[in-house]
């Protein structure tokens, strides 16, 4: 069954400092895709990066890249240089392709806290 | 573009009453789920449909329906509202199903269920 974990509930980091966020999945899709959303505080979902699963390298954008390990099933999300506007909740997602009938589930989350 | 737009934007009900959350998109995305989100916890798939006439069920289905009669509408009925159901919901679209689009979330529509 299609499953994603985020371990963290909540994580600390200091102002210009760089943070990383786990998440983890489960599939037996061969295709899939995964995904982190950013929530502040205000409630919208702010969509932050996409990996597929039969990409080669490593997505970044910006200061956001995903540490993509398949063989281990992980998609970390690590922020660099950290902001003080960065401190929100983080949501990991995955969609699976026509064996999952392309739904997509979330984590739980992690708030993450910059400190200045 | 309007984008994602869900109505009404808070909502209060007595248990056993019913109710429709109204979504739209005006993207003309396939694809579009509803979730909802418990204090500090995560999104939890309700229904989602990849296309009008298309519906199926997520992760937590019960006590709701949907239907999808049109690309741009996709609402979520409430049949008997209970106080577990109390929550923000979100309505989502995305592009091709097939693809790995991200998703557009709407505001969310607030309930509480009395």
């Known amino acids: 069954a299609q499953k994603i974990t985020q371990t963290q509930p909540g994580m600390f980091v200091q102002e210009k400092e760089a943070v990383t966020l786990d998440c983890t999945y489960d599939?037996?899709?061969?295709?899939?895709?995964l995904f982190w959303y950013k929530q502040p505080s205000s409630g919208e979902m702010i969509f932050l990066i996409y990996?597929?699963?039969?990409?080669?390298q490593n997505a970044t954008e910006g200061r956001y890249s995903l540490n993509f390990q398949k063989a281990r099933k992980s998609a970390n999300l690590v922020i660099s240089a950290s902001q003080l506007g960065d401190s929100a909740m983080y949501f990991c997602?995955?969609?699976?392709?026509?064996?999952?009938?392309?739904?997509?589930?979330f984590g739980a989350g992690t708030r993450l806290f910059v400190k200045a | 573009n309007a984008g994602v737009t869900q109505t009404p934007k808070f909502q209060v009900l007595k248990t056993g009453q019913s109710m429709t959350l109204q979504c739209a998109q005006d993207?003309?995305?396939?694809?579009m789920s509803w979730y909802r989100q418990d204090p500090g916890m995560g999104l939890r798939l309700i229904h989602y449909?990849?296309?009008?006439?298309?519906?199926d069920q997520g992760e937590v289905p019960n006590g709701y329906n949907v239907s999808r009669s049109t690309t741009e509408d996709f609402p979520l009925r409430l049949l008997s509202a209970a106080p577990s159901q109390t929550s923000v919901y979100f309505c989502?679209?995305?592009?091709?199903?097939?693809?790995?689009?991200?998703?557009?979330f709407g505001p969310g529509t607030r309930l509480t269920v009395l």
């Open positions: 989502a679209s995305s592009l091709a199903s097939g693809g790995y689009n991200e998703q557009f």
């Open positions: 599939t037996s899709d061969p295709s899939y895709g």
């Open positions: 990996q597929g699963s039969y990409d080669q």
């Open positions: 997602a995955m969609r699976e392709g026509s064996t999952g009938g392309f739904k997509t589930i």
């Open positions: 993207m003309n995305h396939e694809y």
């Open positions: 449909s990849v296309g009008a006439g298309i519906t």
